[in-house]
């Protein structure tokens, strides 16, 4: 990667790490999930307002964790909002391919602008340990949308 857009992707990394968007717990959340990386011990809960359409209308989330961990977590809650479900599965599953340095195929049109975001963490891949510090805040908000209360990076 080039130096100037490696350095780049670190601002905009310190930039959510230290500025983390979406850092509070909306009292209508409609459900939430408890988030673990037990290497570190880093804890998030991310809160998520599903729609009766099954589109997410707001996201957030609290606790603690290392630069990278709030960073996605603050990115995540932005790009979530307003997308079904359904489409967040598939987003994930894209980063988190993304992010273990796995071929993601072709990429749907509508999850461009999206990835190009979520490229700034891409570095992760190189050190294994933090991918879990990249995904923690998605598996959270996986478990969330999809009934779990609890989720873990293992
Ligand atoms: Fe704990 Fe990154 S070091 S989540």
Request: glycine residues 8%; negative net charge.
């Amino acid at each position: 990667m080039e130096d100037d857009i490696r350095e780049l992707y670190q601002e905009v990394i310190l930039d959510h790490g230290k500025n983390p968007r979406n850092f509070r717990h909306p009292e209508d959340a409609t459900c939430e999930a408890n988030g673990n990386n037990p290497l570190c011990g880093d804890r998030l809960t991310v809160f998520v307002k599903v729609g009766e359409d099954e589109s997410i209308e707001d996201a957030a989330f609290e606790g603690r964790g290392c630069a990278i961990s709030v960073a996605s977590a603050s990115m995540m809650t932005d790009i979530v909002r307003g997308k079904k479900v359904v489409e967040v599965d598939a987003l994930f599953d894209t980063f988190h391919k993304m992010c273990m340095g796995e071929e993601i195929g072709e990429t749907p049109a509508e999850f461009e602008d999206d990835l190009d975001k979520l490229m700034v963490l891409s570095g992760v891949k190189q050190f294994p340990m933090r991918v879990k510090c990249a995904t923690l805040a998605w598996h959270t908000m996986n478990a969330a949308v999809h009934g779990d209360s609890a989720a873990s990076t293992e």
